[in-house]
């Protein structure tokens, strides 16, 4: 059974940082492609930044502001986010994805709300 574990969400002030990050219980070399994405209330989940085919993409709305990591080491993938803006508010997930079969594993999901 594949894990994806996120943490590092939380309460933050417009203009401030905050960093997620995603633990998974295998090899990310397993995953054809890893990333994050995000659900705000009434929304539908849309994808933030992922790592694919050895290319990064990022949504439109935070090219600029978000910078996706891994540390194949540690099994691992983080979300560095700046600038954060209300509108970043949502719950975001780390999501694997594999190719063969089209599996797809999810985390559980962290909240991030941006707030004064």
């Known amino acids: 059974q594949v894990q994806l574990v996120e943490s590092g969400g939380g309460l933050v002030q417009p203009g401030g940082s905050l960093r997620l990050s995603c633990a998974a219980s295998?090899?990310?070399?397993?995953?054809?492609?890893m990333g994050w994405y995000r659900q705000a209330p009434g929304k539908e989940r849309e994808l933030v930044a992922m790592?694919?085919?050895?290319?990064?993409n990022y949504a439109d709305s935070v090219k600029g502001r978000f910078t996706i990591s891994r540390d194949d080491a540690k099994n691992s993938v983080y979300l560095q986010m700046n600038s954060l803006k209300p509108e970043d508010t949502a719950v975001y997930y780390c999501r694997g994805y594999n190719n063969y079969g089209s599996r797809e594993y999810w985390g559980q999901g962290t909240q991030v709300t941006v707030s004064s």
């Open positions: 790592f694919t085919l050895g290319a990064t």
């Open positions: 295998r090899s990310i070399f397993s995953f054809d492609s």
